[in-house]
């Protein structure tokens, strides 16, 4: 059983540092990225981070991470709220899965509030920041390990 967990990203989070700041922050994704790697190695996981514009590239990811990884963190970015593509992905797969939202997705537009892809997560953490990602991180952890031992 695989302890790599593939960290995904959906659109405009490669903008991270110069996008709305007051959401989202200063920190860049490839900031992200550098405290996700520090954060895994101390729970002695790898991981596989990666970021793109186009949610079938998403869904051609969670399908690759079903193959290879032992979990997935994912922030769909707006695809969150309109993907049945990435719902069904992630049922298809059948690995647990960690939902990422920089911003409190609940305290913004009512557009935001639902997420496809929570009822198919473990867990959704949302609004504080990216430190959700070593949040969740820590949060699979055990669910890694519990696979292994299965
Ligand atoms: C986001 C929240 C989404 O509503 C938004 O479309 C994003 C980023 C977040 O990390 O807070 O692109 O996923």
């Keep these: 059983m695989s302890k790599t967990v593939f960290i995904l990203n959906g659109p405009n989070l490669n903008l ?16 992200i990225r550098d405290d996700c790697v520090a954060a895994a190695r101390d729970l002695q996981i790898s991981t596989e981070f990666r970021q793109t514009n186009h949610e079938g590239v998403l869904v051609d990811w969670i399908q690759e991470a079903g193959e290879k990884a032992g979990g997935i963190i994912i922030n769909p970015g707006a695809y969150s709220h309109t993907s049945i593509a990435i719902h069904d992905a992630i049922r298809g797969v059948k690995l647990p899965v960690a939902e990422v939202h920089l911003s409190n997705i609940h305290a913004r537009e009512a557009f935001r509030h639902t997420s496809m892809v929570t009822p198919v997560a473990v867990g959704m953490i949302c609004g504080f920041g990216p430190l959700g990602y070593t949040l969740a991180l820590q949060a699979l952890a055990p669910q890694l390990q519990a696979r292994e031992e299965q």
């Design 16 to 31: 991270l540092g110069k996008r709305e700041p007051g959401i989202y922050g200063g920190k860049t994704l490839d900031e």
